[in-house]
C-alpha cells in the first residue's frame, strides 16, 4: 500500500478499511446490472479511479497496483462510484470491454455453492 | 471469529480470507438485481448462511455474528450463493424484507463520489 495519497481527505476520512489498509469496491456492468467482480482498493488506488475513469486496484497477491485492463485490453470505463454508508465498501458502476473476469468469463462469480437451508418468508 | 466450524472443508479450503479471516459478501436483491450492501463472512457465518438459508454475517465492528433482520425484521432470504474465481468474495442473492440499510434507505450506496477524469472507450 502506498504511504502517500492525493486521494480527498473528505473522502479519505469515512473509509473503514480492513487490517491491511482496503475496502471493497464491487464491480457492476453498467448497460446489465451484472455483477462482475470483486477488487481492493486502497486510499491511492480509489483516489486514480476517480481521477482517471479507469478502474484501478490494489492486488493483495501481487502487492502492487493494477488497472484493469492494462495486459489483458479488458478494459473499465468508470461510469460512477458510490460509497456504502459505513465507508467499507464502493460500488464501482463500470462500462467493460470483454471478460471481466481473468478466466474468460463474464463475471468471476460462477461457482455456485450449495443452499441447503432454504427458508420461506 | 469463532474458532471451530462445521462449513464443508471442500469450500473453506478455495476462500482466500483478510487478514482479519473475512471474506467480502455482495448483497444483491433477486427481484431488481440491485446491488444492497456488503457484508463480511467468516467461515462459521458462510456456514450458517448455506446452512439456514438466512444471510448470516461477521460484525466488523461488533466482533460478534448476526442474522439480517433479527432486530430490524428487514430479513433476508438466501435465493443463491456464488463464490468468485479467487476466493474473496461471495455473491448472496436474497429477497429482501424492507430496507436493507440500516439508514433506511433501499441499498447503502447511496453517497456518490465525484469521477472527475471520465475516459471514453
Redesign the interface.
Known sequence: MASKTDLDPA?AT?L?R???G?V?A?V?EHDT???L??GWMDDEALHR??????ATYWS??RQEYWVKGATSGH?Q??????????G????VTV?Q?GAA???G?HT??????????????
Open positions: 473522502i469515512r473503514k480492513t487490517p491491511d482496503l471493497a464491487i457492476r446490472g451484472d455483477v467482480m470483486l479511479t476517480l481521477t482517471t475513469g479507469r493483495r497477491s478494459h470505463y468508470v461510469k460512477s462510484v458510490a460509497l456504502d454508508c459505513d467499507d465498501a464502493l460500488l462500462e470491454v473476469c481473468h478466466t468469463e468471476c462469480f460462477f461457482t455456485e455453492l450449495p443452499v441447503t437451508g432454504v427458508e420461506q418468508r
